[in-house]
């Protein structure tokens, strides 16, 4: 993560992450130790979350700038959850976060299985 705690936040990338650090405090009960932006058109980051029972590796998938679709992260998290709740395997989701927006979940590391 970038910044520490007594700088100012004038850098909109060091408000993005304090913005999920105090989410994953007051929602998750955890410790945002990485925070890792991804380069990529739609922000998303990896991270880790030190929790009572051990780390968790988490993903936060924020909002596009430029919404073609018209869909917004809002909407894709409520389909998420309809998802999760109707037992459809998806990665947990660990709730929304509307300053953002952003979704914290759970990542999921690839797994590749070769089949002869």
Same mark, same amino acid.
């Given at each position: 993560?970038?910044?520490?705690?007594s700088e100012?936040?004038?850098?909109?990338?060091d408000?993005?992450e304090?913005?999920?650090?105090?989410w994953?405090?007051?929602?998750m009960?955890?410790?945002?130790?990485?925070?890792?932006?991804?380069?990529r058109w739609?922000?998303?980051w990896y991270?880790?979350?030190?929790?009572p029972?051990?780390?968790?590796?988490i993903?936060?998938r924020g909002e596009? +700038?430029?919404t073609? +679709?018209g869909?917004t992260l809002?909407r894709e998290?409520?389909?998420h959850?309809?998802?999760?709740e109707?037992?459809?395997?998806?990665p947990?989701?660990h709730?929304?976060?509307?300053?953002?927006p952003a979704?914290?979940?759970?990542?999921?590391?690839?797994r590749?299985?070769?089949v002869i």
């Amino acid at each position: 993560m970038s910044g520490g705690a007594s700088e100012e936040l004038d850098d909109p990338a060091d408000r993005t992450e304090h913005i999920i650090a105090a989410w994953i405090a007051a929602n998750m009960g955890g410790k945002l130790v990485a925070l890792e932006r991804q380069g990529r058109w739609r922000p998303a980051w990896y991270g880790t979350v030190r929790m009572p029972d051990g780390n968790r590796a988490i993903y936060v998938r924020g909002e596009r +700038s430029t919404t073609g +679709s018209g869909f917004t992260l809002e909407r894709e998290y409520r389909i998420h959850r309809l998802c999760e709740e109707g037992g459809i395997k998806v990665p947990q989701l660990h709730g929304f976060i509307p300053e953002l927006p952003a979704v914290p979940r759970q990542h999921l590391w690839p797994r590749f299985e070769v089949v002869i």
